[in-house]
C-alpha cells in the first residue's frame, strides 16, 4: 500500500482521535492494560495547539485518507514525542517507523540533540519495538521533566513499574 506523510492541517485535528481510538484497541490483548483501549484520546483543542507549533504529522494513503500520525513537542533541544498513532486497519506496514523518521528529521533540521518519549517497558509494540529504531532507555531519575511526565502519567492511572522514559539521540541514525 502506498502511502505519504505530510505536516499535519488544523483541519485533520477531528481526524486524529479517531485513529488514535483505533490504535488503542491493540491494548485489549495487553494484560492489565485492557482499560486503554477505551480511555481518553488526545484532545481536539491539544492536537490543534499542536498541528500549530508545527510539531505533528500524518500518514495518509494515496486517497487521501489520513491513517496515522506523530504528535510531538519541542523542550530545551529536544522533541518529545506525545502520541504516534496508526489505524487498526494499517498497521505493521511500516507507517508508524516512517511517522518517527519524520519526526527524526524535524529534530535534526532544527538542530535538537533527541527524540524523547514515555512508553509501556514490556509491550511489544512500545519500548521493544522503540529499541528496534535505535530508542534507549533512560533513567528518568535524572531527568527532570521526563521524571515530571512519568509521575503525572502514574497519577493517570499507568503503573509505574511498566513505565519508562526513552531516548533516541540526532547522532544516532534511526534503524
Known amino acids: 500500500m502506498e502511502f505519504s506523510i505530510r505536516p499535519a492541517c488544523l483541519q485533520d485535528a477531528a481526524l486524529l482521535p479517531v485513529i488514535e481510538k483505533s490504535a488503542a484497541q491493540l491494548f485489549k490483548t495487553a494484560p492489565g492494560l485492557e482499560w ?3 480511555s481518553d484520546t488526545l484532545s481536539e483543542p491539544v492536537l490543534i495547539c499542536l498541528i500549530s507549533l508545527g510539531t505533528v504529522w500524518v500518514a495518509q494513503t494515496d486517497a487521501g485518507q489520513v491513517i496515522g500520525f506523530i504528535c510531538t513537542e519541542e523542550f ?10 496508526v489505524h487498526a486497519d ?3 506496514m511500516g507507517i508508524g ?10 529534530a535534526s533540521d532544527r538542530g ?7 512508553t509501556f517497558s514490556d509491550v511489544s ?9 535505535g530508542f ?3 533513567s528518568a531519575s535524572v531527568e527532570q521533566r521526563l521524571r ?6 502514574v497519577k493517570y492511572g499507568l503503573p509505574a513499574s511498566r513505565r519508562v522514559a526513552m531516548r533516541l539521540s540526532i547522532a544516532t541514525a534511526i534503524k
Request: charged content about 25%.
Open 90 to 92: 494499517f498497521q505493521r
Open 76 to 85: 530545551d533541544d529536544e522533541l518529545h514525542i506525545w502520541e504516534l498513532s
Open 36 to 38: 486503554l483501549a477505551d
Open 148 to 153: 515530571q511526565l512519568l509521575d503525572a502519567e
Open 112 to 118: 535538537l540533540s533527541a527524540l524523547t518519549l514515555t
Open 136 to 138: 534507549q532507555i533512560v
Open 97 to 106: 517507523k516512517r511517522l518517527v523518521q519524520e519526526a527524526y528529521k524535524h
Open 125 to 133: 509494540w512500545n519500548a521493544p519495538w522503540y529499541a528496534q529504531l
